[in-house]
């Protein structure tokens, strides 16, 4: 059921980005659409749906995955600006300026790529400490023994 309306969500603001009485990527609603359908429903309901849960880590692939697809949007509109500015659009460039689109793309990537490096440093941290203090390790590629490594 819940599954039915994620997928009704999901049609209901695709015709709602671009249309109807209040368009909401017009008015600045883009960005924040772009995170919540490019990132959170993809990465954490594909990973809910076979997990049946939803742990810190879903919401922080969820969050980085959304970011680094918004970078595209961000360019769209940073190109688009004056276009959008006359046409009436009031995405978040057209609202904040060129300068702020600039660093807003630079914070997206920058975000997006940094998180990346900061969970995989943990997972590694986390993975050595766990393989060396406790014999059931949630990281089964630090117990192998090494005779099925092809290293």
């Known amino acids: 059921m819940g599954a039915i309306i994620v997928g ?11 249309t109807g009485p209040y368009p909401l990527s017009y ?9 919540v359908f490019f990132g959170f429903v993809p990465v954490g309901g594909t990973y809910y749906v076979q997990a049946l849960t939803w742990t810190s880590d879903t919401t922080v692939a969820s969050l980085i995955c959304g970011l680094l697809i918004d970078t595209l949007l961000v360019v769209n509109n940073y190109r ?14 057209v609202r ?7 660093y807003l ?21 986390v993975c050595r400490t766990s393989s060396v203090t406790l014999p059931d390790s949630s990281c089964p590629h630090m117990e192998t023994d090494g005779a099925d490594s092809q290293w």
């Open 8 to 18: 009704l969500l999901c049609v209901l603001f695709a015709f709602l980005y671009t």
């Open 80 to 93: 688009d600006r004056e276009a959008d500015a006359r046409s009436g659009k009031r995405t978040v460039i």
């Open 105 to 125: 793309y630079l914070m997206l990537g920058g975000g997006s790529k940094s998180s990346v490096f900061l969970v995989l440093l943990r997972r590694t941290l």
């Open 27 to 35: 008015n600045g609603w883009g960005d924040v659409l772009v995170i």
């Open 96 to 102: 904040f300026g060129e300068k702020f689109g600039r």
